[in-house]
């Protein structure tokens, strides 16, 4: 089993800054790719960002490059989703995952993901 806790979510203002974290305990890490998600209300669940634990490959949506960035922290067992120039449309709750197929490229399917925190409130003011 694997737990993941999501921390770090709030409301600011357009154009502010967040950094969301994602602390996992359970099995170990070495081979899981841990990823972003976010929803808002009526929508789907929609994919933000993803990076393979061992050797940090990492992978984005379009609508975030550039403005995001996911890392993680081995010896914490944590990952971050740092977010710069948000807008209103960030506004969500955001999810954390794992995964537990071992590979190289971080997958970007909600589905392709075994495990899920419980989420974090995202809201972004104009």
């Known amino acids: 089993q694997v737990q993941l806790v999501e921390s770090g979510g709030g409301l600011v203002q357009a154009g502010g800054s967040l950094r969301l974290s994602c602390a996992a305990s359970?099995?170990?890490?070495?081979?899981?790719?841990m990823g972003w998600f976010r929803q808002a209300p009526g929508k789907e669940r929609d994919f933000v960002a993803a990076?393979?634990?061992?050797?940090?490959?990492?992978s984005y949506a379009d609508s975030v490059k550039d403005r995001f960035a996911i890392s993680r922290d081995n010896a914490k067992n944590t990952v971050y989703l740092q977010m710069n120039s948000l807008k209103p449309e960030d506004t969500a709750v955001y999810y954390c995952?794992?995964?537990?197929?071992?590979?190289?490229?971080?997958?970007?399917?909600?589905?392709?993901?075994?495990?899920w925190g419980q989420g974090t409130q995202v809201t972004v003011s104009s």
């Open positions: 359970g099995r170990m890490f070495s081979y899981y790719a």
């Open positions: 990076i393979r634990w061992s050797g940090g490959t990492t």
């Open positions: 995952a794992a995964d537990m197929t071992p590979g190289w490229t971080p997958p970007r399917g909600k589905y392709d993901y075994d495990y």
